[in-house]
């Protein structure tokens, strides 16, 4: 007898629970938002501004003020290999560390789906910015206010990080500036592709979250080191601004950003 | 219910007209892509008024046009180098607006490459205009002939800085100037000749300065070392600050010599006074360095040998290049 209700008990919830698989078989229609965020780290420890005290491989002992980056053509991937680019000329972000309402970026009107990869660049694509004004949107001018533009070269800045440091050889806490862009020998933008762990359900009515963390150290402690007292020219600071640096910065940023999380509210 | 729209205003009614952009039988091919931002005569008023509106700098008072002044060919006359807000001074001077559109690069160390995007240099130079996007962009939204003007040349737009750069090239692409008596001679209109010095200078200009100074653009859009002394107060390096390549120090863009006559002091630094100055340097006051153009160094002799008479017929040509039409054409001038 007991077996009877088990068994009867067993089917009707599984009946249950078939009726809600067919009804998310069947919402995969019209558009939804994604969130990204990215949430700033150094190597294993979430990232506090001008307090905690970071090292890195090279033992040099970092008080970071500053870290802004430019997050743009965001491309993502469903589970049928078929891939969605989020309009261009919205695809334009600053994430600034400071500033928490940027760590989140809302992506609008996505194509429901299940989603497993997400692309996006660092930096302002060379296309974009042989285009002129065209397709510039107001962007400028969000990039002269986050101090991301260069005035002198109307160009932008696709990585700011910046703070202070104390080594081995430099005893005082010196400045350190590291800004990424185009130079004269290289544009520098990159892409990074990442899969995500468990895959992004966009529909109408589920809003995910994919957490994404950036791990700073890397900027300059990844697969090419950065040795910041080396580039203290006379005591004034490291300021890595142009030179060869900032194509091997460009390289290590490919290493800086894994997916931590996806939630599907 | 068409009665109700008529009511609203011209607006909807407005139509635009589109400007054909001058392309001159003697000049280049423009460079400028007008498929992008066609010009138009809203978007060229538009973009008149903001190179005209000291707003969009930091004082109020810098405008464009305070160093770029129409009867010295856009130049800011007199001045070696320009100040900016606050009496600040920078490193460089003020070269003409001209023919934009037929131009590769901008500046004198060619840092930019597309004219929509140079003016942001001066308006954020802190030296400069010290101008505020963000500001300018609220500036703009609040002002009732902004509003209409961008409505106009933007339909169904907002106004945004993607526009208002859109409008200040839609205006400099339209500042062609090509009616100087040497246009004129080359293209054979007006009867216009050249008197036997305009013609000698001519011939000595070709042989002697033409291989930089090229076509009726007289520019090659290249970048050259022309042995001015190095300035230690400000080293200027010019391109190599944008190409970060040895091969690069000391050498600035070749400016175009349209109306040279009127685009005094000379050289990216404004040190040379007059074409007198100039074509001294050029025969006797060459400075040998490392990236010195070769054109500029003959077997051991630094320099491109000139006589006094010369000089004196070079000039004579060289006042043929001054374009009184584009100087008084009062559709690049301010209104109200």
């Known amino acids: 007898m007991k077996l009877k209700y088990i068994l009867a008990a067993f089917t009707v919830a599984t009946a249950f629970v078939s009726c809600s698989n067919d009804d998310a078989a069947s919402n995969v229609s019209g558009t939804g938002t994604l969130n990204v965020e990215f949430d700033n780290a150094f190597a294993g420890d979430d990232l506090l501004l001008n307090s905690q005290t970071y090292i890195t491989s090279q033992n040099e002992v970092l008080k970071v003020s500053t870290v802004k980056y430019i997050v743009s053509n965001i491309v993502l991937t469903k589970d049928d290999g078929t891939t969605v680019t989020y309009p261009k000329s919205n695809s334009y972000f600053i994430v600034n560390e400071a500033d928490e309402a940027t760590h989140v970026l809302e992506l609008a009107n996505i194509p429901a789906g299940n989603y497993t990869k997400i692309k996006f660049g660092i930096g302002v694509d060379q296309e974009q910015f042989n285009a002129g004004a065209s397709g510039q949107g107001d962007f400028l001018a969000l990039a002269q206010s986050e101090d991301m533009l260069w005035s002198w070269s109307a160009g932008y800045k696709f990585v700011a990080f910046e703070g202070t440091f104390t080594s081995a050889t430099v005893a005082d806490a010196t400045p350190f500036m590291l800004h990424t862009g185009q130079t004269g020998s290289s544009y520098n933008y990159t892409e990074v592709t990442l899969n995500l762990p468990t895959q992004a359900l966009v529909r109408q009515n589920i809003t995910p979250q994919i957490h994404i963390v950036t791990d700073v150290s890397k900027f300059i402690d990844g697969t090419n080191k950065i040795n910041l007292s080396a580039n203290n020219s006379m005591g004034m600071g490291a300021m890595i601004m142009g030179g060869e640096a900032l194509p091997l910065i460009t390289a290590n940023l490919n290493a800086a950003f894994t997916v931590d999380h996806v939630h599907n509210d | ?336």
């Open chain 2, 1 to 336: 219910m068409p009665l109700l729209f008529s009511c609203e205003g011209s607006d909807d009614s407005y139509h635009d007209v589109p400007l054909a952009v001058i392309q001159p039988g003697n000049f280049p091919q423009l460079t400028y892509d007008v498929s992008q931002n066609p010009p138009t005569q809203s978007g060229f008023e538009l973009g008149r008024k903001l190179f005209y509106d000291g707003r969009l700098s930091s004082d109020g008072l810098v405008s464009c046009a305070f160093c770029h002044i129409q009867e010295n060919a856009f130049t800011h006359h007199g001045h070696t180098v320009s100040h900016g807000v606050d009496n600040l001074v920078g490193t460089r001077n003020s070269p003409a607006i001209q023919n934009m559109g037929f131009l590769s690069t901008y500046m004198w160390d060619g840092v930019t490459t597309h004219l929509d995007l140079q003016p942001l240099i001066p308006l954020t130079s802190d030296v400069e205009m010290n101008g505020d996007l963000s500001a300018i962009l609220a500036m703009m939204k609040g002002d009732a002939r902004y509003k209409k003007l961008f409505s106009q040349a933007f339909p169904g737009e907002a106004i945004t800085m993607e526009n208002m750069l859109k409008a200040l090239s839609q205006f400099m692409v339209m500042m062609v100037s090509s009616n100087s008596k040497f246009d004129m001679y080359r293209r054979g209109e007006g009867g216009a000749t050249l008197t036997p010095d305009e013609q000698e200078g001519y011939t000595l200009f070709n042989q002697k300065c033409a291989t930089c100074h090229a076509t009726d653009l007289m520019t090659d859009n290249s970048f050259r070392n022309n042995g001015l002394a190095v300035n230690p107060q400000v080293n200027d390096v010019g391109r190599y600050k944008v190409t970060e390549a040895a091969a690069d120090y000391y050498k600035f863009r070749v400016p175009s010599l349209r109306n040279v006559a009127l685009t005094a002091p000379y050289m990216h630094d404004g040190r040379f006074g007059s074409l007198e100055s100039v074509l001294n340097h050029y025969s006797s006051g060459i400075v040998n360095s490392p990236t010195l153009d070769s054109l500029l160094s003959n077997n051991g002799t630094l320099g491109i040998p000139l006589s006094p008479h010369e000089k004196e017929v070079i000039i004579a040509f060289l006042n043929t290049l001054t374009d009184t039409d584009f100087i008084t054409n009062t559709s690049f001038s301010y209104h109200d």
